[in-house]
């Protein structure tokens, strides 16, 4: 298995849910040092006790608070990196908001936001990272299976996660002279607090029915997907990879 001995991995939305998760697996590797984004104040408290849980399995880790929509503070995110470590060799990007909505009722306010959080954000992370990153890393940005489905009501949050996958493609060439490998992990329906909000039970236990062992896709079998294409999945770059249970596919 890949060590991370001495390198230092930028997590966006890592501290609480998959982004957390990503962290604890990959503090297994040899203790790399961390930087870890959080959006809310609500959310330091839970990257107070992760940031505590990561030093005592031998990692070095600190908290970045912004609202990433605004791209100077993800330039800032990276600087703190390089500045605190002296570079950055794995960069994950796990931010997104769904919204599920049927066209004729979406506004203008929700377009823009939508696709400021899923797409912008998306867009300027890999920007920075491509700029940041040592030669030889990785980045790797958490999309969605409603990439591969014919349905109605996720109009927004699906169509604002289409870019990526060009992003994706584009940093994959333009990067390759650093060799830095560039993915797209696509999960189906996951079990986060997130996830519940925007369905009815009808709705959950049709997204349940459509995969393995009639269960929602759980963080901890994304994870190492995520850790390996940041390790040796590295031969792996401008590609999306469907996680889903079996949800969808194309």
């Known amino acids: 298995m890949a060590s991370l001995s001495g390198k230092t991995v930028v997590i966006t939305g890592g501290v ?36 505590e849980e990561l030093k005592a399995a031998g990692s070095k880790a600190v908290l970045f608070q912004a609202n990433l929509t605004k791209v100077a503070e993800i330039t800032k995110l990276f600087d703190v990196a390089v500045q605190t470590f002296g570079g950055v060799d794995i960069a994950i990007n796990t931010v997104g908001k769904v919204l599920k909505k049927p066209i004729e009722q979406l506004t203008e306010a929700e377009y823009d936001e939508m696709f400021d959080i899923n797409s912008k954000v998306a867009f300027f992370f890999i920007k920075e990272a ?13 999309v969605t299976s409603l990439l591969a489905a014919f349905t109605g009501y996720y109009s927004l949050y699906a169509g604002a996660k289409a870019p990526v996958e060009h992003y994706c493609r584009a940093a994959a060439k333009e990067f390759a002279d650093k060799n830095i ?22 709705a959950v236990a049709f997204h349940k029915s459509m995969a393995l062992k009639n269960q929602l896709t759980d ?32």
């Open 16 to 51: 609480k849910n998959l982004g957390a998760i990503i962290a604890k697996d990959l503090a297994k590797l040899g203790s790399p040092n961390f930087v870890l984004h959080y959006h809310s104040e609500s959310s330091k408290a839970d990257g107070d006790k992760l940031v």
């Open 219 to 250: 963080v901890k079998d994304i994870s190492p997907l995520v850790r390996f294409l940041v390790t040796e999945g590295w031969w792996v770059t401008g590609q999306t990879i469907f996680a889903n249970g079996g949800y969808t596919t194309r």
């Open 130 to 142: 491509g700029a940041k990153l040592n030669k030889d890393g990785k980045i790797c940005t958490i």
């Open 181 to 202: 490998s560039v993915t797209n992990v696509a999960p189906g329906p996951m079990d986060t607090p997130f996830f519940y909000p925007q369905e009815s039970d009808d």
